[in-house]
C-alpha cells in the first residue's frame, strides 16, 4: 500500500475534502461553539475553542508523523464548511487503514454529504492506495453511526467489549465494521455511487 506523503485533495460535485490545517480552526470553530451535541460519542471531543484547537493540533501532529490523514469537509452546495474525516491507524504494511473522526454540522446531517465524502474516501483507499481492507469504528450505542456505515456498505464484524476509556471517565465497547477491496470492487462501490445520484 502506498503511503499518503502529498496533500490529497479529494472531490466531486458536491463536496470538497482537503488537508486539515491550523488555520483552519476559525471554519470549524462554530461547531465547537454551538453544537455541543457533536462530540457526545467522540473519543475527542472538541466543545469549545481550546479543545477545537487542540483537536486539530493533535490530527496536523499525527499526519506528521504518518499515522493519519485529516480533512476538512467542505459542502458545495450549502458553500460552506461542514465539519472533518480523516484516514487513521495507517498500516501500510498489512494494507489496511481506518476511517472515522468523522462529524458534520447539524446543518449537514441526512444531506447525503456524507455518502459522498465516504464514496470519495473509499475510492481513494482502495483504487489509489491499495488498500485491502478499511474499517471503521464506532460506540456501539452510536445507532445513527452505526445506520451511516451500514448504509455505505460495510460488513459488521463483532463488538470489542469495554476496549475504550470516554472522557468522561466511563468504558466505551466499540463496534466494528469493514469494507474489503474484493467487497468494493465487487459491488459495494457501484451500489454506493447509485445512492449519490
Request: aromatic share 10%; with cysteine.
Amino acid at each position: 500500500m502506498q503511503q499518503l506523503l502529498t496533500d490529497v485533495v479529494l472531490e466531486d460535485e458536491a463536496v470538497l475534502l482537503r488537508p486539515l490545517t491550523m488555520e483552519d480552526l476559525p471554519l470549524l470553530l462554530p461547531f465547537a461553539l454551538n453544537e455541543p451535541e457533536l462530540w457526545q460519542y467522540s473519543m475527542s471531543p472538541a466543545a469549545g475553542e481550546e479543545n477545537m484547537a487542540l483537536y486539530i493540533q493533535q490530527a496536523v501532529d499525527a499526519r506528521r508523523a504518518g499515522k493519519e490523514y485529516p480533512f476538512i469537509v467542505f459542502d458545495k452546495k450549502q458553500q460552506a464548511y461542514a465539519g472533518s474525516t480523516r484516514y487513521y491507524d495507517i498500516q501500510p504494511v498489512h494494507a489496511t487503514l481506518q476511517l472515522g473522526y468523522t462529524w458534520y454540522g447539524e446543518n449537514f446531517q441526512g444531506t447525503g454529504l456524507n455518502k459522498h465524502c465516504k464514496f470519495l474516501l473509499l475510492q481513494y483507499a482502495f483504487e489509489t492506495l491499495g488498500a485491502e481492507r478499511v474499517e471503521f469504528r464506532a460506540d456501539h450505542t452510536n445507532e445513527k453511526s452505526i445506520a451511516a456505515m451500514k448504509s455505505i456498505g460495510c460488513t459488521v464484524e463483532g463488538i470489542l467489549r469495554s476496549n475504550l476509556v470516554k472522557h468522561n471517565g466511563k468504558r466505551r465497547s466499540s463496534i466494528v465494521l469493514s469494507i474489503l477491496k474484493e467487497e468494493w470492487l465487487g459491488g459495494v462501490k457501484e451500489r454506493l455511487r447509485a445512492k449519490l445520484r
